[in-house]
């Protein structure tokens, strides 16, 4: 018996892949400009909020001399901001992610011109008036909306797109932080929705290149460098574990705090455009309080992971950076939110660290930020390799992970989404993080076919065929019938509507299937093919039923094994859904059969 080539890849990449690489790296290249761009962008703006001065050097915002009149500064800018979601674009609110994540999920990956300019402007207006924000949120939408553009001059798939658009957003992240493999990851694990060669690797091209421009468009080096930790004993890791927990919990917390607040401005009988004016005003009073909460703060995570910060110093922090930035986030206004995640992180870390028997405080400052990252955004592979590239300190791996893993469990099972995907998930739409294979891509035809398969004789006559179809005594199996030659070789496919048809039109009842139907397009299928693509072909040609034959040396030997419906794909899904709730004991130690239960629904 003849079989069909072996063809089946394990990746489904083509030479397309190629083309998209060398675009990945013109879109890395412009990610890190970007990048570079909106830095100098949110100087400049602070430089002229605090301290009425053009210049894009870097200041910090707790060195200005305004006194009460600060409180007015991001009053003014988040009223810019309210004017400019108003009249430009809506799309600009927000802290990025959720809105490249909806791009790439109902948008075809199609990000506007407007939003492309008006989304960095507008985070550079936000972050540099004081909004507690991060900068990477902006970044990786400005990124990727420039990732869109460029491969909107194409003719490309949506799934192209898709990759050029990630491509700058982990570029954007690339260039910004020096972390080319967390970007990478980042795109796996939050915006690629897929793990597949055709999409990673020019991501990871991307982030490359963009890292490689780092050093000749931003600062280089190491971001906040931290010597070697000592490893910890045994109960060093199981504080980890703890510390995980807390800070698991601490990221249920913030997620409910910022739409807590989104509901509360809601409820408000004003234009959703003044709420960041709002927000404004709870961000310059929380700036009295502890100007180091304003701004990226960059400062106080090197002071927190060099463990110069005060434990009083930290407990402001914290509960001051998570007010504002919450409220902040609520109203509508623009900026991110990973720096602040770690900012809060490595404060609760640094809190607990005062009393843990081991281990130094800007370790557990360093746990403590990733695991608030990945926590709250369900990123935990993401969040420690983040944490290991931001300070090199390749000591801290295990407690890293550990925290991680940790928090992400604990925000898995304490929430439905994240704060990246409720965003999303208010908007209508729904986003399912779990990436696993496609059974229709493992499973043969020959498994979930009809068989044995019952046919009708290509010398049966019209009439006798009308009869066998419309006679209410009738032993019929299937809705439609193979009808096969003497040696079981597939002739046509007939059904019950075809006979009624038939009827209707005046056929001759004489003549035989086999000479009526001959030249009949016929969808077929094989035993030893995929269901995928027996799946796709049935999509294609909208087929209900599909005869199944085993391959022989030439289609004219082809014979018919079996029957395939509509009904049958569901038996993939349905041994998916039996293997993912059957549970069974396999091996008993005092004798007796294994057994199976079915948890109820």
Known sequence: MHHQPDTLRDFSADRRLLILAAMALLVGSAGAGAAWALTRLI???TNLAYYGRLSAAPVAIAGNH??????LVPVAGCLLI??????GSEKIRGHGIPEAMEAILIGRSRIQPKVALLKPLSSAISIGSGGPFGAEGPIIMTGGAVGSLFAQLFHLSNAERKTLLVAGAAAGMSATFGTPIAAMLLAV?????????????PVAIAAAVAAAWRPYLLAGGVLFPMAESAALPPEGLLLAAGLGIVAGLASGLLTAMVYGCEDFFQRLPIHWMWWPMFGGLVIGLGGLVDPRALGVGYDNIRALLSGDMTTVSAVTLIVVKAVIWSVALGSGTSGGVLAPLLMMGGALGAILGTVLPVGEDGLWALVGMAAMMGGTMRSPLTSMIFALELTHNIGAFLPLAIGCIMAHGTTVLLLKRSILTEKVARRGHH???EYIVDPFEIMRVGEIMAKPVDTLPATMTVGEAVAFFTAPDSPRRHKSYPVVNGEGR????VSRADALRWTVAGWDNEKPLGEQLLGQNLVVGYEDELVGKLADRMAETDTGRVPILRRGGTDDESIVVGLVARRDLLRVRAEVIRHEREREKLIRLRGGAP???????
Do not use: N, Q
Not at 82 to 87: E, K, S, V
Not at 490 to 493: D, Q
């Open 43 to 45: 100087a400049l703006c």
């Open 490 to 493: 597939l002739v046509a496919i």
């Open 82 to 87: 309210g004017l400019m979601a108003r009249y």
């Open 189 to 201: 694990e939050l915006l690629l929705f897929e793990w597949k060669p055709r999409s990673f690797v």
């Open 595 to 601: 057994s199976a239960t079915t948890p109820s629904a």
């Open 431 to 433: 986003v399912l993080r």
């Open 66 to 71: 305004l006194g009460w009149w600060a409180v």
